[in-house]
T-cell receptor, first 115, second 113 residues
Framework: DAGITQSPRHKVTETGTPVTLRCHQT?????MYWYRQDPGHGLRLIHYSYGVKDTDKGEVSDGYSVSRSKTEDFLLTLESATSSQTSVYFC??????????????FGPGTRLLVL | GENVEQHPSTLSVQEGDSAVIKCTYS??????FPWYKQELGKRPQLIID?????GEKKDQRIAVTLNKTAKHFSLHITETQPEDSAVYFC????????????FGKGTHLIIQP
């Protein structure tokens, strides 16, 4: 499974609280991504990183921030969780040279419920 | 950015029959098209992909065809088996930024015994 882990795997939190999800890879891949998956919407890109401290926004970035201080770790933070952020969050990695044209491998996912 | 449309949303076929799932994309510069299979509660897994320098690619019972002129690509599964039951996603480059993937909304494939 491409050496990708996510933590926690399940989380229940309350509206207004901060939440941080972690993605860890052992493949030393340059590119890392955060997606959310919701019924009827498929997978949508939140943020991605193309190197240490290099990140950029995706399609649905509002309400989320990310950080990458080491090649192997990519953190997704919900500064103040809302019920609309209840979702399944997937991390992905690739050796993309840019323009998203290389294979992406997904982590096991984190199921987040915001009450 | 890229827009990917996927049809049908649900497909039910008899075991042993063929299944075809179709996707269209909007960005003519896109040149990489992966297909993912996702079983209930699991992560999406890449099953096949195609690049724009070829029109068709096969891997055992699975094939993908690409028509760049019409901007559509299709997944073909032959001799379907119960383990093929899952949700299938197509994707194309361009997830709202310069990188990432834009996914179709998925097709729930049901294999009837």
């Amino acid at each position: 499974d491409a050496g990708i882990t996510q933590s926690p795997r399940h989380k229940v939190t309350e509206t207004g609280t901060p939440v941080t999800l972690r993605c860890h890879q052992t493949e030393n891949h340059r590119y890392m991504y955060w997606y959310r998956q919701d019924p009827g919407h498929g997978l949508r890109l939140i943020h991605y990183s193309y190197g240490v401290k290099d990140t950029d926004k995706g399609e649905v970035s509002d309400g989320y921030s990310v950080s990458r201080s080491k090649t192997e770790d990519f953190l997704l933070t919900l500064e103040s969780a809302t019920s609309s952020q209840t979702s399944v969050y997937f991390c992905a990695i690739s050796e993309s040279t840019g323009l998203g044209q290389e294979t992406q491998y997904f982590g096991p996912g984190t199921r987040l419920l915001v009450l | 950015g890229e827009n990917v449309e996927q049809h049908p949303s649900t497909l039910s076929v008899q075991e042993g029959d063929s299944a075809v799932i179709k996707c269209t994309y909007s960005d003519s510069a896109s040149n990489y098209f992966p297909w993912y299979k996702q079983e209930l509660g699991k992560r999406p897994q890449l099953i096949i992909d195609i690049r724009s320098n070829v029109g068709e690619k096969k891997d055992q019972r699975i094939a993908v065809t690409l028509n760049k002129t019409a901007k559509h690509f299709s997944l073909h599964i032959t001799e379907t088996q119960p383990e093929d039951s899952a949700v299938y996603f197509c994707a194309a480059p361009g997830g709202g930024g310069a990188d990432g993937l834009t996914f179709g909304k998925g097709t729930h494939l049901i294999i009837q015994p």
